[in-house]
């Protein structure tokens, strides 16, 4: 069998319904269905909803991404479907749509990890070709992958493509997740780590002190749990101070925009450097000459500046996709991995026993 070169990716792991259009590694569509605003009256992902909500935007999506492509169903050469981790009954219906079309147009399917997805968005171009942030030949192994997302805070070292060994992780909530319960307490939308980041511009982020913690640990794992409880206990006191300030006794009292931004300014540089600093570890323990960086709080701006700062001590290199709709949960990476791994025995060769697999873990 020839190596497919247009690949349809499709991603349904969480609350976004997303499908792309790859030639070879360069992106031609990538299209992605929010369903922010469906979650967000419950502060979180709810499963059952999400699901309905895939399976009534699939369709649109779809067309949409062939549309953004400039190709028909016939042009499509093989496909390349999410199959964990991620929600099992989100995932269900991204595998059953890949399935039908595989079927119908009679082309192979393969299934690819959500994290693989991730760190692989770093090898997709432009539709040009023109913008590109590393080929696959360039990569120097071992290298270290970080993936930050609102499921999912990793420390991967990358053996070789495909095999993955985790170094790091959180032990109890993710970054992005940190970073959504963080501006929910600050009365920020939802999901809100691109608010809070955005407030902390105006902000001081030596204003208030917030843990950062698991230095001692002796390992790579980082935690992000206390400080979610660190900044519910200073915003409870800031309210009592500001109570004890005004006379009237009904109301609580609200936190001025000068404080409110100080909190998101603090909390955002407690976040990276608890970050950062593992990372700043793994690279003197392992000499690391590469680091990927993929997941939605890669979009984060200061991230990625400490993140460049330290690699650049280390006489590393920094490297993330080209655009940030790449480091997002997005269908385009997942193509794109398909692309880098297609070759027969990546194919699956019982459709009627693909399954999706909410906890897979990353091959070794
Ligand atoms: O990878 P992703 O699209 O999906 C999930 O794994 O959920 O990541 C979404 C996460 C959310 O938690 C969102 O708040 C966070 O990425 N995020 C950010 C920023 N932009 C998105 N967190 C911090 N700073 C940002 N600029």
């Known amino acids: ?16 319904t997303s499908v792309g259009v790859t030639h070879e590694r360069r992106v031609l569509a990538n299209i992605i269905s929010s369903q922010d605003e469906l979650h967000a009256p419950w502060g979180g992902v709810v499963p059952n909803l999400a699901r309905r909500a895939h399976e009534a935007n699939f369709p ?3 067309a949409a991404a062939l549309d953004q492509a400039g190709i028909t169903e016939t042009d499509i050469e093989a496909i390349a479907v999410t199959k964990g981790h991620g929600l099992a009954i989100a995932l269900e219906v991204g595998i059953e749509q890949a399935k039908q079309l595989a079927r119908r147009l009679n082309i192979p399917l393969m299934a690819i990890h959500h994290s693989e997805g991730h760190f692989m968005a770093n090898f997709a171009q432009d539709e040009s ?3 590109a942030p590393i080929d696959p030949e360039q990569i120097i192994f071992p290298a270290l992958a970080i993936l930050v997302a609102g499921g999912q805070t990793q420390l991967v070292q990358v053996n070789e493509f495909g095999h993955y060994e985790v170094i790091g992780e959180t032990v109890d909530d993710a970054i992005g997740e940190a970073f959504d319960k963080g501006a929910r307490l600050l009365g920020l939308g939802y999901p809100g780590g691109a608010e809070l980041a955005q407030t902390a511009e105006q902000g001081n982020p030596q204003a208030f002190q917030l843990p950062r913690p698991m230095r001692q640990s002796g390992n790579l794992n980082v935690s992000y749990a206390g400080l979610k ?11 009592a101070k500001a109570q004890a300030n005004i006379d009237s006794q009904s109301e609580p009292a609200e936190l001025s925009q000068t404080v409110i931004a100080d909190l998101c300014a603090s909390f955002q540089a407690a976040a990276v450097e608890t970050l950062t600093y593992k990372v700043e570890l793994a690279l003197e323990q392992f000499g690391y000459q590469q680091v990927f960086l993929g997941g939605g709080v890669a979009a984060n701006q200061l991230l990625k500046e400490s993140l460049s700062e330290i690699t650049k001590k280390h ?10 709709q790449l480091c997002r949960d997005n269908a385009a990476m997942i193509a794109v991995t398909g692309w880098l791994k297609a070759d027969e025995n990546e194919f699956v060769t019982n459709l009627d026993e693909l399954d999706r697999d909410p906890q897979w873990t990353l091959p070794s």
């Open 129 to 131: 070709g023109a913008r």
């Open 1 to 16: 069998m020839k190596h497919p070169k247009i690949i349809l990716g499709i991603d349904t792991s969480c609350d976004d």
């Open 60 to 62: 649109a999506v779809y």
């Open 229 to 239: 409880t660190a900044l519910l206990r200073l915003v409870r006191e800031l309210q």
């Open 315 to 324: 006489g590393a290199e920094l490297i993330f996709p080209y655009t940030t």
